[in-house]
């Protein structure tokens, strides 16, 4: 099946959904109870729940979601039941409740997905006439459609569950475990294939790891540590074969014996295991290493043993950190030691405290979800200031085109608003010519709304913006002509509205931050660049430092603030932005991970690299100066490149010196400097890819 034919299978099930949940809800009430407001809100309820929130996740998860929004959305209905009393009451409402539902993006992709229909909740009932005698009439119409709605969700065509974000994660681990048991075992397309299936850009929505909770922050930190992990695997691979190693085959024995241990629990949810085996086995990984390199220089290993070793304890590191995430998700807390604890700074708070510190972090004007809180609000309430001023008709279509054709950028807007009217337009003309033709004949359009709203919820998704709103003003049409007594103005009316409220979208759009968070994505991720280019330099004189004692790393504290600003403003970005062509994306996860893997190396490096006992010299000494300052120099302009600007090529690097004595270069810095530089080179090569392609995802 292909995408496009998956998608449709799936727009058609949901239309079926809702439609189902719609007439199950409104004929009873209107011909059987003979309760018309209760009609109207139980087929808005299942409409707004299921049409208009784009709630994600398998059926039963999206039931949940339908059942968990039903107290609010009453709170919501009596709120602006209340509030119609008054226009200016209504907008102090709506700019309220818009800021507040849309703000609540900051949880993660659900709330944000229920957060539009909530928000129709409030506009339908804010609207005169004030009738307060009729919030009975509106809770239970409310009720009995969120409760039709869940029924077909999770029991009429539901949607399938897709792999979990877990089980991605344990497959992945299994594939590493593999390759680490027995080297050569998975080819290494295959094994940077599966890292790639981690990149949070081929997750659906609701696997993401979107919550600030702690078991989420570790599964997202997992998921880029096993991608690093498999890269590496997939780079020892390719290496040329090397002498016998039995130190290194102890490792990686481990770190095959640590996957699957990560592996079995995140798919079964038991024995968890506990963070410290790795630390074990990398502190006797690296006393092996002194006690070979400084013995008698007969016994030394050949330096194609020595990068072998930096290669495989590099990857130890990545496994490490897997473990100390998978320990972190399965007990909350770390059980093992978990360090650096900059690496792993969450896990030290209380979720109520990651909790205010997402909140506090996005009431900033460089929160995406801000700016879009705040132009929601400010479109919402202008909207329900000029429906109530000019007393229009239906007013609240006027809020509800604003809802829903409003986007993060002008021509986002521009290109929903232009298509909406058309829509719109087409829909008019044919209600219009239904209304006229069929007169007052209430019969006739109840049997028509069936096959109306089937027609309108499965194929005008299909057929665009224009499509949707062309079916779904004939819906309206059917539907309101069973309740109160209509005319082919309805549509003019309607037109009038969606016009209206178009304009004050566009208008939002265009004043209030236009450029959505693609802007702040990049400034973050190259300003994260920049800091971890500044950390190499400094690394490399520590490594290439034979004094005695315990050797400091490089200060890292500006670089991991400036990740964990890059971390957020990814999450923001990936809940906004659309669905991208694979292929043409700049791959943001990959900047994530080299920054990782530039402050590991700056944390560890120096602890576990091999001791200097002399300054190293000659051409290999050099070297690794040269590459050091062009690894800066580089990071800097792959900075300017994602941020938006035009650099000029990479130089070609100068290549790692072939053969050379341990005592005139280390080994970990050289293995270090050639790793960042073919990640960099990557980083590069997708931006430029998603320059010529238009897009900038990942």
């Known amino acids: 099946m292909t995408a496009d034919t998956a998608r449709a299978a799936a727009v058609a099930r949901r239309g079926v959904r809702v439609a189902v949940a719609a007439w199950a809800g409104f004929y009873p009430l209107l011909y059987a109870a003979d309760r018309p407001v209760a009609a109207l809100y139980a087929l808005f309820a299942p409409v707004a729940l299921g049409l208009l929130s784009a709630v994600p996740g398998s059926g039963r998860q999206k039931a949940t979601v339908v059942l968990c929004a039903l107290p609010p959305a009453l709170a919501l209905a009596s709120l602006g039941t209340l509030l119609a009393v008054d226009t200016w009451a209504a907008v102090g409402g709506m700019l309220v409740i818009g800021f507040l539902l849309a703000f609540a993006a900051v949880a993660g992709p659900r709330p944000a997905g229920a957060a539009p229909g909530l928000q129709l909740f409030y506009i339908l009932a804010c609207f005169p006439p004030y009738a307060p005698g009729t919030l009975g009439d509106r809770l239970i119409g409310l009720t009995a459609g969120a409760l039709l709605l869940a029924a077909c969700e999770a029991l009429l065509l539901p949607e399938r569950a897709v792999p979990s974000l877990r089980h991605r994660l344990a497959d992945a681990l299994s594939t590493a475990a593999d390759e680490a048991a027995s080297p050569g075992r998975v080819p290494p397309a295959t094994l940077r294939a599966a890292g790639e299936r981690l990149r949070l850009s081929s997750l659906p929505p609701a696997e993401q790891p979107a919550s600030a909770g702690r078991t989420d922050r570790a599964l997202d930190q997992a998921g880029r540590s096993v991608r690093r992990l498999l890269n590496q695997l997939a780079t020892l691979s390719e290496m040329p074969s090397a002498p016998a190693d039995p130190v290194s085959a102890e490792l990686l024995a481990r770190v095959a014996e640590v996957c699957r241990a990560c592996a079995s629990y995140l798919r079964t949810g038991e024995r968890a295991p506990v963070a410290g085996v790795l630390e074990t086995a990398m502190e006797d990984f690296g006393a092996d290493r002194v006690r070979l390199t400084c013995g008698p220089p007969a016994l030394v290993p050949p330096l194609a043993v020595l990068r072998r070793q930096s290669r495989v304890l590099a990857l130890a590191e990545s496994a490490r950190i897997v473990e100390v995430t998978t320990d972190i998700a399965a007990h909350g807390r770390p059980v093992g030691p978990a360090v650096p604890r900059d690496q792993f700074w969450y896990a030290e708070l209380s979720t109520p405290a990651l909790w205010a510190r997402?909140?506090?972090?996005?009431?900033?004007?460089?929160?995406?979800?801000?700016?879009?809180?705040?132009?929601?609000?400010?479109?919402?309430?202008?909207?329900?200031?000029?429906?109530?001023?000019?007393?229009?008709?239906?007013?609240?279509?006027?809020?509800?085109?604003?809802?829903?054709?409003?986007?993060?950028?002008?021509?986002?807007?521009?290109?929903?608003?232009?298509?909406?009217?058309?829509?719109?337009?087409?829909?008019?003309?044919?209600?219009?010519?239904?209304?006229?033709?069929?007169?007052?004949?209430?019969?006739?359009?109840?049997?028509?709304?069936?096959?109306?709203?089937?027609?309108?919820?499965?194929?005008?998704?299909?057929?665009?913006?224009?499509?949707?709103?062309?079916?779904?003003?004939?819906?309206?049409?059917?539907?309101?002509?069973?309740?109160?007594?209509?005319?082919?103005?309805?549509?003019?009316?309607?037109?009038?509205?969606?016009?209206?409220?178009?304009?004050?979208?566009?208008?939002?759009?265009l004043l209030a931050w236009p450029a959505g968070a693609h802007?702040?994505?990049?400034?973050?991720?190259?300003?994260?660049?920049?800091?971890?280019?500044?950390?190499?330099?400094?690394?490399?004189?520590?490594?290439?430092?034979?004094?005695?004692?315990?050797?400091?790393?490089?200060?890292?504290?500006?670089?991991?603030?400036?990740?964990?600003?890059?971390?957020?403003?990814?999450?923001?970005?990936?809940?906004?932005?659309?669905?991208?062509?694979?292929?043409?994306?700049?791959?943001?996860?990959?900047?994530?991970?080299?920054?990782?893997?530039?402050?590991?190396?700056?944390?560890?490096?120096?602890?576990?690299?091999?001791?200097?006992?002399?300054?190293?010299?000659?051409?290999?000494?050099?070297?690794?100066?040269?590459?050091?300052?062009?690894?800066?120099?580089?990071?800097?302009?792959?900075?300017?490149?994602?941020?938006?600007?035009?650099?000029?090529?990479a130089r070609p690097p100068a290549p790692a010196p072939a053969d050379y004595a341990p005592s005139s270069l280390s080994v970990d810095l050289e293995v270090w400097l050639t790793s960042l530089g073919r990640q960099l080179a990557w980083i590069e090569e997708t931006a430029r890819r998603g320059e010529r392609g238009g897009h900038a995802d990942g």
């Open 358 to 509: 997402r909140v506090l972090g996005n009431i900033t004007l460089r929160s995406v979800l801000f700016q879009n809180a705040v132009r929601t609000a400010l479109g919402l309430g202008a909207a329900r200031l000029v429906a109530g001023t000019l007393d229009l008709a239906h007013g609240f279509w006027v809020l509800l085109a604003v809802l829903t054709l409003g986007r993060t950028t002008v021509a986002a807007t521009w290109q929903a608003v232009s298509r909406a009217v058309a829509g719109n337009a087409v829909g008019a003309l044919a209600a219009g010519a239904l209304l006229i033709g069929l007169g007052p004949h209430t019969d006739v359009y109840a049997a028509l709304l069936v096959p109306v709203m089937l027609a309108a919820f499965c194929l005008g998704p299909l057929l665009g913006v224009a499509g949707a709103q062309a079916g779904f003003t004939l819906v309206v049409a059917t539907a309101f002509a069973q309740i109160f007594p209509v005319t082919w103005r309805l549509s003019e009316t309607r037109m009038i509205d969606v016009l209206t409220g178009s304009a004050i979208g566009l208008l939002c759009a």
């Open 519 to 649: 802007r702040e994505v990049r400034r973050t991720m190259a300003g994260l660049l920049h800091s971890c280019g500044g950390l190499v330099p400094a690394t490399a004189r520590i490594l290439m430092n034979p004094a005695p004692g315990v050797r400091n790393p490089a200060p890292v504290l500006p670089s991991v603030h400036r990740l964990r600003l890059a971390e957020a403003a990814y999450a923001q970005y990936r809940s906004e932005a659309p669905a991208r062509r694979a292929g043409t994306e700049t791959d943001w996860h990959a900047v994530l991970i080299v920054a990782s893997n530039t402050i590991l190396g700056a944390h560890r490096l120096p602890h576990l690299g091999l001791p200097r006992t002399a300054e190293p010299t000659g051409p290999p000494a050099a070297w690794a100066r040269t590459a050091a300052a062009d690894l800066e120099a580089e990071a800097d302009r792959i900075a300017a490149l994602v941020g938006g600007g035009n650099p000029p090529p």
